[in-house]
């Protein structure tokens, strides 16, 4: 049953796209009620209260990103735009996307196993064999390496949309090392705290418990079984622009922060240094790409990495997380390919499907993009963030005539995508509920025999009215993402 619709300020246009809050006829979801009457009872001076004083919150805490652009000589760094209406969703809702992640990331754990060993998957003609080993983050060193615990990725950032019908579809795989995490706990924290009335209203799942899995999942990676493993966050270093959430993370779960020269290879083993000598590390939660983890295996210019890791690793005395090589199954072009693996490995149909996706090393399907580039999203596939990109519907004559000799130059490097109608959902502007699209950024975590998704995710914002780029290194916003108990 829908809730009658409430005049302006707390109204807005929902017919043009699939709106997380109206209905069709413009009638409010029930499940959004107590959010939307909340709101409405509130005086446009009392949120511009609670709005600076979460903003203040922010700043005090640091809860930052920084953004390197072009135009910019210097990196800047800003809090993240942080918009205090939830996106809420029905438990009927969450249980079918919970299924339907644990299944995704079962089959890419399966794939990339298989990748690295017996090839099967090639070798029956379901994937060809140069998108695997000619992939840019393929690793000949895990070729027959068994992983601690068969996790390849303990974490997994899988990015889920809406089409204009309310179906959800997985728009991207992030496997090697996942961001967002931070803002999904500190933005829950806020609103806990600054809308508290309505956060224990709403009968909200927590998310708390998550920060106990994603410690349980690095601590069954460890080495021997080792019961109290010693275990150690890898960040590139206070230039990184998810340092803040490096940080968070050490300090929520209770593990070192370490920069590379923290750690020394001896005897087949990682140690960290500290005034009281060297100290054996049993797990790294690594936050750099595989190119910088071991200069003597990798990129030999690397300074953020540890020298000999890799021997460390293949010896079993230590374990990664995420496994070297895991790139190799988020890449974009391999992205099409992922219903068939959970056929080929689970048996089973994909709960969760693609958007509609041309691999350009195939002649039919670059044919039918360079002709249609003016209605398509084109992605290069080994580029993440938002970069490497072109959105057709909104790009110029010129931009589409310059990424179309790039196309032509190495069509293999991209992928194209049918532009989809992003879901909608309410945004605060000056005291004006306003439509913005969205995706959601869902989060999975696996040892070695559990798999555990956090309940609601980070929802992502364009916070450009049209705009479709919900990245944080593109100026896009988060919100808080409430799944209801009932």
């Not at 640091?62 to 072009?70: E, H, K, S, V």
């Amino acid at each position: 049953m829908s809730i009658a619709r409430q005049p302006e300020p707390y109204y807005y246009d929902a017919r043009s796209f699939f709106d997380e809050m109206y209905d069709p006829d413009l009638a409010l979801r029930p499940h959004y009620a107590t959010v939307h009457q909340l709101f409405s009872r509130l005086k446009p001076s009392e949120l511009l209260n609670r709005q600076h004083a979460l903003e203040q919150r922010m700043l005090e805490e640091g809860i930052t990103f920084t953004l390197y652009t072009p135009d910019q000589p210097e990196p800047l760094e800003r809090t993240i735009p942080f918009d205090y209406i939830p996106r809420v969703i029905p438990a009927e809702e969450w249980e079918m996307i919970e299924r339907g992640l644990k299944q995704r990331v079962r089959a890419l754990n399966a794939f990339t196993h298989d990748i690295y060993h017996r090839q099967h998957i090639i070798a029956d003609g379901l994937i060809p064999r140069r998108m695997v080993v000619g992939n840019k983050y393929y690793r000949p060193e895990m070729a027959g390496l068994d992983v601690p615990g068969n996790a390849y990725m303990t974490t997994s950032g899988i990015d889920l949309i809406r089409d204009e019908s309310g179906q959800y579809l997985v728009l991207e795989d992030n496997l090697r090392s996942p961001s967002g995490f931070s803002y999904l706990y500190t933005g829950r924290s806020l609103m806990s705290e600054l809308f508290h009335e309505l956060y224990f209203s709403c009968s909200v799942r927590g998310i708390e418990q998550s920060l106990n899995n994603f410690l349980s999942s690095l601590r069954s990676l460890a080495p021997s079984g080792k019961r109290d493993p010693f275990i150690v966050l890898l960040t590139p270093g206070p230039y990184n622009s998810a340092f803040f959430e490096h940080t968070f993370l050490a300090q929520q779960m209770g593990i070192h922060l370490v920069e590379g020269r923290d750690l020394v290879y001896k005897d087949q083993k990682i140690y960290l240094r500290d005034l009281r000598g060297l100290r054996q590390v049993d797990v790294i939660y690594r936050r750099i790409d595989d190119d910088y983890l071991d200069p003597l295996a990798f990129h030999p210019d690397s300074m953020l990495g540890v020298p000999g890791l890799m021997n460390a690793y293949r010896a079993g005395n230590v374990a990664i997380a995420n496994a070297p090589g895991t790139g190799v199954a988020d890449d974009k072009a391999v992205y099409a390919y992922v219903p068939d693996m959970i056929r080929y490995y689970l048996g089973e149909e994909p709960i969760l499907g693609n958007v509609p996706t041309y691999l350009l090393s195939r002649k039919e399907d670059l044919a039918y993009t360079l002709a249609n580039l003016d209605k398509l999203v084109v992605k290069e596939t080994s580029l993440s963030g938002g970069y490497g990109m072109l959105i057709g519907p909104q790009a110029s004559a010129r931009e589409i005539a310059a990424f179309a000799e790039e196309i032509r130059k190495s069509p293999e490097r991209y992928i194209a995508q049918e532009t989809m109608k992003l879901s909608r959902a309410p945004i605060m502007n000056n005291g004006t509920m306003c439509p913005r699209h969205i995706d959601l950024r869902a989060f999975a975590l696996m040892g070695s025999s559990e798999l555990h998704v956090i309940p609601g995710g980070l929802t992502r914002v364009a916070l450009q009215e049209g705009s479709l780029v919900v990245n944080s290194s593109q100026g896009g916003g988060v919100k808080d993402t409430w799944v209801l108990n009932r």
